[in-house]
């Protein structure tokens, strides 16, 4: 699942880009950037930040176009639902980390059925390997490495407000 400050990341350049303040990926604008995003990136350690016309980003959620109805899923594990909270007309899980927890299971907000990823129903693995090269672009004697990537299937993809 994208992190918060991933999509945070990801609003900001396509404001900039539809207000037609970046030029050749630069702000041309300083003070029209401030107005529109905000004067710096998200800080962890900071309570009160302000990201100039974006007030709230919901929590990401699955979305699955199932015949041209849109559904949203959460994640689904008996762990999450004692803890599942409603804030506004958002579902959070307090109890999920996605930098730990890939869920398999995940359960549609509106109707309450569950789906899985048996068979790569919802994402796919990918695996890739490489080579490390040192600073000089030689390979390492013991450079190879294996990266996973996971990737939606078609009709999946992720979604926020």
């Not at 918060?4 to 539809?18: E, M, N, P, S």
């Not at 930040?49 to 176009?65: D, E, M, R, T, V």
């Not at 008996?78 to 995940?106: A, C, G, M, R, T």
């Amino acid at each position: 699942m994208p992190q918060q400050t991933a999509l945070l990341g990801f609003v900001r350049h396509q404001i900039l880009i539809q207000n037609k303040i970046l030029k050749d990926n630069k702000i041309e604008n300083v003070d029209k950037a401030v107005e529109y995003i905000g004067e710096s990136s998200f800080k962890w350690n900071q309570n009160e930040q302000k990201f100039g016309k974006i007030l709230s980003l919901s929590p990401c959620y699955l979305a699955y176009n199932d015949n041209g109805v849109l559904k949203k899923y959460l994640p689904y594990h008996q762990k999450f639902v004692d803890s599942i909270q409603k804030v506004d007309n958002h579902f959070i899980l307090p109890e999920h980390d996605p930098k730990i927890d890939y869920p398999d299971v995940w359960k549609c907000i509106t109707d309450g059925t569950t789906i899985c990823n048996h068979n790569n129903y919802i994402y796919k693995e990918i695996e890739r390997t490489g080579n490390e090269k040192n600073y000089s672009g030689k390979k390492e004697e013991k450079g190879y490495f294996k990266q996973i990537w996971l990737s939606l299937t078609i009709g999946f993809s992720f979604g926020f407000i």
